[in-house]
T-cell receptor, first 110, second 114 residues
Framework: QKEVEQNSGPLSVPEGAIASLNCTYS??????FFWYRQYSGKSPELIMF????GDKEDGRFTAQLNKASQYVSLLIRDSQPSDSATYLC??????????FGTGTSLTVIP | EPEVTQTPSHQVTQMGQEVILRCVPI?????FYWYRQILGQKVEFLVS????????KSEIFDDQFSVERPDGSNFTLKIRSTKLEDSAMYFC????????????FGSGTQLSVL
């Protein structure tokens, strides 16, 4: 069983639309959840983190967490071409390792 | 804004050679990590380091790998005898206080083993 699963995409949305990225995780004891953005050839860049069930908003980004369903999502509102990247879901497990999903490739079409 | 610094940005080596990848974590961070990412694949955990010792390591981190914090600032990853399959981007990262905090990455070292 994979620790963190994401749809690899690619996901394409038109500029100005909402992009929805999803992630499931296997370790029920995980308490914190992170979304990273990775441009090609670059290192992952932290964009959102969430610890509590529900929604957390930061500018155009909203993270949603449902611990009962072991599900975390990222919504990007008013998508811009500069949002085109791979989005990585990362979940530290109870063994103190960060597990990363394979990432979802997002393309925002102008 | 403080950042994790990695050198070199690119390293080319012959199979069987030793390489040392260097990192300077954020100065007040206490937990340090190495990750790697093979081209087109996911970011994989190698090792975590706290209080001058390894806290956790993955199956990838075998006897060919070692980490050191030789002074108060540098954090190094050594691969003793490189293999072709060690070719990857290696990322150093650090967190302030714990293993479940915001993981901040350096810009990476692209290692190519020929």
């Amino acid at each position: 069983q994979k620790e963190v699963e994401q749809n690899s995409g690619p996901l394409s949305v038109p500029e100005g639309a909402i992009a929805s990225l999803n992630c499931t995780y296997s370790d029920r004891g995980s308490q914190s959840f992170f979304w990273y953005r990775q441009y090609s050839g670059k290192s992952p860049e932290l964009i959102m983190f969430i610890y509590s069930n529900g929604d957390k908003e930061d500018g155009r980004f909203t993270a949603q967490l449902n611990k009962a369903s072991q599900y975390v999502s990222l919504l990007i509102r008013d998508s811009q071409p500069s949002d085109s990247a791979t989005y990585l879901c990362a979940v530290p497990n109870t063994g103190n390792q960060f597990y990363f999903g394979t990432g979802t490739s997002l393309t925002v079409i102008p | 804004e403080p950042e994790v610094t990695q050198t070199p940005s690119h390293q080319v080596t012959q199979m069987g050679q030793e390489v040392i990848l260097r990192c300077v974590p954020i100065s007040n961070h206490l937990y340090f990590y190495w990750y790697r990412q093979i081209l087109g694949q996911k970011v994989e955990f190698l090792v975590s380091f706290y209080n001058n010792e390894i806290s956790e390591k993955s199956e990838i981190f075998d006897d060919q790998f070692s980490v050191e914090r030789p002074d108060g600032s540098n954090f190094t990853l050594k691969i003793r005898s490189t293999k072709l399959e060690d070719s990857a981007m290696y990322f150093c990262a650090s967190t302030l206080r714990g293993f479940d905090e915001k993981l901040l990455f350096g810009s990476g070292t692209q290692l190519s083993v020929l």
